[in-house]
């Protein structure tokens, strides 16, 4: 510490130490500082540009697969849903802001929730029946308190919705919600950026 001082002490009697040469060495610090931060502000306004939105979640109806504050981008740009996909949506009868939530079925699709073998089945057009799995689920569903639709046909043209943290989502089982327009959707989630200890692509 006392040769740190006494160093200090030898470069403010170096004839050459002058304000001008603080003022440089203060320039090139706050430069070696900021650097770091212009990089991720350009990388984001790339992504946004060149990958579609850049959207926070809200909310825990994601959970576990994602977390409240979550920094997502979006493949916008000639997107069309597809079962599994992780979608972010606006739902004026439910809520003003953007909702997340991850597609169980497309138009044409039937969809049925059991609660007692802990299944949701999507059915096809043509009678093709599939049981979904599912193991970004959590915990084992439980049949909610408040009135749900546990059978939900899909129109043409609209996608049917759940969120992954079963037990504590609002989405299509709930009439509030129903199903969605395709139209609605602001993109696929296609990439986790922050926080920094989760990235990654999902």
């Not at 001082?5 to 430069?31: G, H, N």
């Not at 069309?80 to 079925?105: E, H, M, N, W, Y």
């Not at 999507?122 to 029946?129: H, I, K």
Request: hydrophobic share 35%.
């Amino acid at each position: 510490m006392k040769q740190d001082k006494k160093e200090t002490e030898e470069l403010e009697l170096d004839p050459m130490y002058t304000p001008e040469t603080r003022a440089q060495s203060f320039r090139l610090a706050v430069y070696s500082w900021l650097q770091p931060l212009l990089f991720a502000l350009v990388f984001l306004i790339l992504l946004s540009t060149f990958a579609g939105r850049i959207i926070g979640v809200d909310g825990s109806s994601m959970f576990p697969t994602l977390h409240d504050h979550d920094m997502l981008v979006l493949q916008s740009l000639a997107y069309k849903p597809a079962q599994g996909d992780i979608v972010v949506l606006t739902q004026r009868s439910f809520s003003d802001k953007p909702i997340v939530k991850r597609v169980i079925a497309t138009g044409g699709q039937t969809v049925d929730v059991n609660y007692d073998d802990n299944t949701v089945t999507v059915t096809d057009p043509d009678g093709t029946r599939t049981v979904l799995d599912e193991p970004y689920l959590g915990e084992p569903m439980h049949r909610p308190g408040s009135p749900t639709n546990d059978h939900i046909e899909v129109p043409e043209g609209s996608i049917c919705v759940f969120g992954d943290n079963r037990n504590n989502s609002t989405d299509s089982r709930s009439p509030s919600v129903g199903t969605a327009d395709e139209r609605c959707v602001l993109g696929r989630a296609v990439l986790r950026i922050l926080p920094l200890h989760r990235f990654g692509v999902l």
